[in-house]
């Protein structure tokens, strides 16, 4: 069955199209008996308006764009399904795009979003220059998430440091003497903070520090750590950057015959779903995705509803240890 269009709304209601056009977006003087024919004509229609097309004229969409680095990674999954729900609760839509962790495509979807395609953007995990997303922000209404900065008033984030130093403090706690880190991309602020935070727990116990870098999927964790093993290098401990990381780690340790947690250690990050389920399960951080995501929203909302917003609002969440079977000695 095809879609109502206006034109089929002007003629069952025997008005011009610019008459519909003027009841839909609220704009000009229709009469009282022929704003109710155009509404009756819709209703029998069942003709839903275009919500972009109604934006171009009151420039409000009741749309926001979100955009994320990795839809397939079940921490961005909850961030977004946080978002999405505090965003239908207040009557708002969402558009997702996935970067796929590429400066590039995320540069291009700020600038498409920022088109006046939507009222406000929430970018999550953002590794563009600040400078363009700073550009951005000054045009539309915007939320950064887990990029803690000075530069935008309005973000969502967890101490990354914090978290990381839980983690190697850990690790040390439970006997670990030698420690790697593997990272997400350098390029990722949140992975810097990660390294930062590992540097300064393993400088306090007086150890050297040993990093690879890794790209925050599955993938890099078991290559990296495939290797790692390969050259003879002795570790006893792994904190990886995030869980994805972490889960590629134990299945590259279980097929060497390195048993964890009695030969090695494994600390995670995000905690997402799955952590529970591996073998063995998972130590990690934990980073409340689903309220990040839904706060994300609610300072969003915050800024669209307020003619002069509260400036330089910052939510900050705490990371915590999570203890499971990976480093239980």
């Known amino acids: 069955m095809e879609l109502a269009t206006i034109r089929d709304v002007a003629k069952r209601a025997g008005v011009a199209v610019s008459t519909v056009s003027r009841v839909i977006n609220q704009s000009g003087y229709v009469g009282g008996e022929t704003q109710r024919k155009v509404l009756s004509a819709m209703r029998e229609l069942n003709f839903q308006p275009n919500r972009i ?36 609760a207040r009557g708002y839509s969402v558009l997702l795009c996935n970067s796929d962790w590429n400066p590039n495509r995320e540069n291009m979807y700020i600038n498409l979003l920022n088109g006046r395609w939507v009222d406000g953007i929430i970018v999550v995990g953002s590794r563009s220059d600040i400078s363009v997303v700073q550009q951005v922000a000054a045009e539309t209404p915007l939320v950064m998430v887990d990029r803690r900065s000075s530069d935008f008033e309005f973000a969502v984030w967890t101490d990354n440091r914090q978290g990381a130093m839980l983690a190697v403090r850990h690790l040390l706690e439970v006997g670990c003497e030698r420690i790697v880190h593997i990272a997400g991309p350098m390029d990722s602020p949140s992975a810097q903070e990660r390294r930062r935070g590992y540097e300064v727990a393993i400088q306090e116990a007086g150890m050297e520090p040993m990093f690879l870098e890794g790209d925050f999927r599955y993938a890099s964790g078991f290559e990296l750590v495939n290797a790692l093993f390969q050259r003879g290098d002795v570790v006893d401990g792994i904190f990886a950057g995030n869980d994805l990381m972490a889960i590629g780690a134990l299945q590259a340790a279980a097929n060497l015959g390195i048993r964890v947690p009695d030969n090695l250690a494994v600390v995670g990050y995000d905690n997402i779903p799955s952590t529970h389920y591996v073998s063995p399960p998972l130590t990690t951080i934990d980073q409340p995705a689903y309220d990040m995501g839904y706060s994300a929203f609610e300072l969003l909302y915050d800024r669209l509803s307020k003619d002069s917003p509260t400036e330089n609002q910052q939510m900050k969440f705490e990371p915590k240890l999570v203890l499971r079977e990976s480093t239980r000695r």
């Open 53 to 88: 097309a109604r934006g171009l004229v009151s420039r409000q969409t009741s749309t926001i764009g979100l955009l994320i680095p990795d839809v397939a990674n079940p921490f961005f999954s909850e961030l977004s399904r946080g978002v999405e729900d505090a965003a239908i």
